[in-house]
């Protein structure tokens, strides 16, 4: 059974948070003198001189309404990559705990990792890019605090099968943590809906995707109240700043947009699949659950450094474990896909 007092750091567990000024006062204020801000504004038409809310609490309200998700439930994060570094700090205790990664996947979990010295066990996916559950039960011992579940996955673009997700949430007595980065190109329907269900489940979204706001490092977590209320202990104060909180709130009130866009994304990846089917250097173009498809090439170095030659960058992923001589292509617009195209007509 799991139980987050079992798997909580000791240090963290007697940690008392650091107390912002916007945290020692309940109820409305007109005037603010504890923060040591400057009262006269900001050199600009649009004013930051205050501090952010600390919690987010009205971009956590907007995502409630499309989430389905209570606040309570939701951490706010600078990217994604902030979530992932404080469930290391959180649960994985230096040099003696260990997490398990599922390679090929989303690089920055090793690197977190290493940055907060926690070992990392791999096992690898299978040949059909699905979980190897008797592996994944074998690497587990009584350090392992952690599972990272990229779905869809990244770089390989297919999501993981959900049964045997649910299998490991049913019988780990640590944190499963499902990144859903790219869900909402996907067919799966997320994992936000088991949270009820799983109390060790921790879900992965960002604003950087579908929503188109990678500039602004938006990144959410959710999970049970209790594990949220961790991760904000451990969290920086303003961990998110003022233009990002107020610039997501923008976003966020445009959905009809963003779902336009998502149905067209998918519409040139099929497009830009059909495309890049007709080259002969072309082995094969893997399933694809996100806004990028993996290619298989018979020389994934030589096209690399042709497309660089011409501007265009794609990610060589050939040295990666089980993606040898692939590209990732991410879908661009309909001219930035016909570029791409007319140029690869010239490769030899």
Known sequence: MFSINNILRENIKQLVPYSSARDEYQGEASVFLDANENAFGSPMEQQFNRYPD?????????????????????FVGNGSDEAIDILFRSFCNPGADNVILVPPTYGMYQVSANINDVAVKN???TEEFQLNLEGIAEAIDKNTKLIFICSPNNPTGNSIDRTDIETLLANFSGIVV???AYINFSRQKTFIQELTEYANLVVLQTLSKAWGLAGLRIGMAFASEEIIEVMNKVKPPYNVNEASQQLALQALANIEQVNNWIKEILLQRDKLVLGLKDFDFVVDIY???????????TDANGIYNFLVEKGIIVRNRSKVELCEGCLRITVGTPDENNLLLQTLQNFK
Do not use: C, M, W
Request: proline share 13%.
């Open 178 to 180: 499902v990144d859903e």
């Open 287 to 297: 399933p694809s659950d996100a806004n990028f498809i993996l290619v298989k090439t």
């Open 54 to 74: 600390p919690l987010q609490f009205e971009v956590k309200k907007r995502l409630t309404k499309i989430k389905g998700v209570p606040p309570r439930n939701i």
């Open 123 to 125: 096992v690898p996916l």
